[in-house]
């Protein structure tokens, strides 16, 4: 597609709820990530991946919180057994090589209640 | 790890002023890359310019120039010639040459452009 595609843009879960965020990156593009960003704060880094390798989970804030790239392009967060905590806008990005500069998707609007 | 500050939560310009964000940042790397980027209400992050760490000249995209100074560790966004389409949140992001070259990001400005 010509940009970044997530789905779906609000998802409202109970808490204790699985959710899965999907993510379509622009083809081609062989990094992909995944930023967080809480209300009034800027994106924080969550995981990175090359192709379908995961090369870098570092800001997954807990073992709740999965990420997978079976195939090398659509990309699926998962949030296990959602807590209030993770309400938060998360922001999918792809790139096509260091420097450029990522391209954003319009993100996914978690609330959990 | 990198940290990169932006100290104005929000600031006000006229249309067809000029404006200019603040940002800061702290590493201990001599290679990197730095980027402004625009959020508006609909979300998505637009990349508005950047700047390579070793590139002494200023980054120049139309309307938008940044003030890069390395020694000061300081990346200032000056937007010439205002428009209402400007107004958005704007968020100077730093990006480190590890594995990921993840982007970190300041806690935004949020700029109104008036009539």
């Known amino acids: 597609g010509a940009g970044v595609s997530q789905s779906p843009r609000y998802k409202v879960a109970k808490r204790g709820q699985d959710v899965a965020l999907r993510c379509d990156p622009i083809?081609?593009?062989?990094?992909l990530f995944w930023y967080q960003q809480a209300l009034g704060q800027g994106p924080e880094f969550l995981t990175y991946f090359q192709n379908e390798a995961q090369l870098d989970k570092s800001g997954l804030p807990s073992d709740r919180f999965f990420a997978e790239r079976p195939e090398g392009s659509v990309s699926t967060l998962k949030i296990q057994r959602t807590q209030q905590e993770d309400s938060a806008v998360y922001l999918c990005a792809s790139r096509i090589r260091r420097g450029i500069g990522a391209f954003f998707g319009q993100g996914t609007r978690l609330t959990v209640v | 790890a990198q940290t990169v500050t932006q100290s104005q939560p929000e600031m006000s310009v006229q249309e067809a002023e000029t404006v200019t964000l603040s940002c800061t940042y702290d590493t201990s790397e001599s290679n990197y890359y730095l980027f402004w980027y625009k959020q508006p209400p609909s979300r998505q992050m637009i990349l508005v310019i950047r700047?390579?760490?070793?590139?002494?000249q200023n980054a120049t995209e139309n309307r938008f120039s940044v003030n890069f100074q390395k020694a000061a560790k300081s990346f200032s966004l000056k937007i010439s010639d205002s428009q209402l389409g400007d107004t958005a949140m704007y968020f100077c992001a730093f990006m480190d040459t590890g594995t990921a070259s993840k982007l970190t990001f300041g806690t935004g400005t949020r700029l109104q452009v008036t009539l």
């Open positions: 083809s081609g593009h062989v990094s």
């Open positions: 700047q390579e760490a070793y590139k002494q």
